[in-house]
């Protein structure tokens, strides 16, 4: 079965009077446990697609289901809802909420979840521990470096058990535990199940 169906994608933005084409009749699928990755140059519309793959963004025309939802009909709430159980995001800039600390923004979506508070720390130290976070639990993300900022944020994206991670260019720090291609660095996420590929971008299901 397809975790993510997208048919004809078509994604236009206007800068002033000019019209830009961000994706022009983009269909892909993706394999539930399979993962893809998508390269192309600055500009290309890698992230706009991720976006709306993750329903971030809408497209203009075209269809996207995920896990068998179709994007295109649901609310924003029904939409809010479905990214915040089955979708783990790592934005291009990290998107860390500057006020709190690692833990707390690890923690924060299983919050918004419901997680009950004990298991909810217990859960985002042991994942930071596994990315190498241990000492900077309560560390703001302006006191970290960018490698450990990033680092963060995968393990903000996968702390919750998602079904499809949507990661933008996670492997651009030498630090990432998805950086390519140190072995180690990998093996924390295959134990848990996951698997991933990279071209420079990355998308990982389980
Ligand atoms: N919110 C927006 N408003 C206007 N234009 C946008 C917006 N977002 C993206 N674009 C334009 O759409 C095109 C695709 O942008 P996108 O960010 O998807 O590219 P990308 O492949 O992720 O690039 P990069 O590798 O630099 O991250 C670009 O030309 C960009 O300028
Ligand atoms: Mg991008």
Not at 11 to 27: E, F, I, R
Not at 101 to 124: I, W
Request: charged share 20%; hydrophobic share 40%.
């Amino acid at each position: 079965m397809n975790i993510v169906e997208c048919r004809d994608i078509k994604k236009t933005y206007q800068q002033g009077n000019v019209a830009v084409v961000a994706l022009d009749g983009v269909s892909l699928d993706i394999k539930r446990g399979g993962f893809i990755a998508i390269a192309g140059p600055s500009g290309s519309g890698k992230t706009t697609l991720l976006n709306i793959m993750g329903g971030l963004d809408s497209a203009d025309t075209g269809e996207v289901v995920l896990d068998g939802n179709r994007l295109n009909d649901m609310s924003q709430s029904k939409l809010a809802d479905l990214r915040l159980r089955g979708v783990g995001f790592i934005f291009q800039a990290y998107n860390l909420i500057p006020v709190l600390s690692a833990l707390e923004n690890v923690e924060y979506v299983m919050l918004l979840q419901g997680v009950p508070s004990t298991d909810r720390r217990n859960r985002a130290m042991a994942i930071l521990d596994d990315v190498g976070l241990k000492d900077t639990y309560h560390r703001r993300p302006a006191e970290l470096s960018g490698g450990q900022q990033q680092r963060v944020a995968v393990a903000r994206a996968i702390v919750s058990d998602p079904y499809i991670v949507l990661a933008d260019e996670p492997t651009n720090e030498k630090t990432s535990p998805l950086y390519f291609p140190p072995t180690t660095k990998w093996s924390w996420i295959l134990r848990g199940g996951w698997s991933c590929s990279m071209t420079g971008r990355w998308r990982m299901t389980r």
